[in-house]
């Protein structure tokens, strides 16, 4: 379970000058390196809650009157991109970014991406929810994102809203998640975001959350491909989601989803059987090690599937 650690301004000794310092070296470390500027006001804080759900860096903030920029001097230094989605909970603040700027209210969001040059004016005291996701870990779309940075949406109608509620509850509930659900978590609020994205691009997104859940089902079966218990419910149950859906989900796909599992497995096990480095494992270790729990069936299985026995293909492959 991840626990949120606190980084804040308020009560300090120190001069403004000081506080800025230690604003801005929290931001930089936190949420990106940034420029933080606070308008000569004497009376600078800031307070940063945060933690991490799964890939996800979450923070909520509540501080004063500021602005932060972030230039290419800034993006040059930094080793991966993500996409930044803010949602506001108190006061007003000014996104700029791609030569486009947005006034956010409280209930409203907006998400821009930290590999390019932006500004955040906050010129009333604010209370924001701050998510980083790392665009490396997002699934392929066929959607441009620059268009799509820097717009607002809300909170209270429609995808965007499930997307900004789902931000506001993970936070809340960030240190009860544990490992697996974090992931889960994660996941959820990712595939929102995107889906909030694709449907302001005029995307039709009901094929897209089914393409979502697909491929989050494969990359949980891939992850836990030799647990002999992985079965449909427990899939459902790591994902937050019914066996119903997820049977929809691979919908058009050659192979059902357990057909899918006992595919994996079963090239997981051919390849090891034409292994030379493991031509001393039994095969029953090596059908055991990839989830089976019965020789007979995966032998029967195994010729169904390649035309011979798991040992006429180690000696034909040796």
Known sequence: MTKTTVISTEGTAATVRDRLHLWGDSVWKLIGGLQSDAFGDDNFNGHI???????????????????V?????LISRSERGYLKIVAQLRGRACFEQNGRDVW?????????????AYSVTNPESVEQLVLMVPKDVLPEQRLALDPL???????????????????RSAFDEIETLHDGAADSVADAISGLVIQSLLERNGQPTGLSLREALRDRTKD?????????RLSIDQVARALNCSKRHLHNAFAGEPDS?????????????????????LAREPIAEIARGWGFTSSAHFSRVFRARYGQSPSEWRAAAG
């Open 220 to 228: 949980y079966i891939r992850r836990h491909l030799r647990d002999p």
């Open 149 to 167: 940075m820097v717009q607002r949406f809300s909170g209270s109608a429609g995808v965007s809203r499930l997307a900004f509620e789902t931000a």
């Open 257 to 277: 989803l357990a057909g899918h599992v006992m595919n994996l497995r079963l090239d997981a096990c051919r390849r090891d059987l034409a292994d030379a480095r």
């Open 69 to 73: 920029v972030r230039t290419p001097g």
């Open 49 to 67: 809650e945060h933690g991490e759900v799964g890939y996800v860096r979450i923070c909520r903030l509540r501080v004063t009157k500021h602005r």
């Open 104 to 116: 956010l209210s409280p209930g409203e969001w907006s998400v821009y991406d930290t590999t390019r």
